[in-house]
């Protein structure tokens, strides 16, 4: 059973930056393809973007594309989100998975596995 804890969370203004982590608990967190996700107030939970086992490729939601940067440590079994030039609309609870072995290609929340807590992210104007 991999447990997830993010941390990172906090407020920022409009146009700056913030870093989350996941850290996982399983030294088997090199098998799992891993995600973050958001959720918003009132909105389902949305894909923000994804990074295969290996941590050579990556896929993001248009919406963050171009501003937002996954990567993972394996040896210290942590995934991270580079969050630059942050919007309004970026704030939400912020939430990563982990997936059990197969495609690394996985945008919906039903097909991963494992949830954190969440961190809050607010963007101020």
């Known amino acids: 059973q991999e447990k997830l804890v993010e941390s990172g969370g906090g407020l920022v203004q409009a146009g700056g930056s913030l870093r989350l982590s996941c850290a996982a608990s399983e030294r088997t967190f090199y098998r799992y393809t891993m995600a973050w996700f958001r959720q918003a107030p009132g909105e389902e939970r949305e894909f923000v973007g994804v990074?295969?086992?290996?941590?050579?490729?990556?896929a993001y939601a248009d919406s963050v594309k171009g501003r937002f940067t996954i990567s993972r440590d394996n040896a210290k079994n942590t995934m991270y989100l580079q969050m630059d030039s942050l919007k309004l609309e970026d704030t939400a609870v912020y939430y990563c998975a982990a997936a059990d072995p197969g495609s690394w290609y996985r945008t919906h929340a039903s097909e991963y596995d494992y949830w954190g807590q969440g961190t809050q992210v607010t963007v101020s104007s």
């Open positions: 990074i295969s086992r290996s941590g050579t490729t990556t």
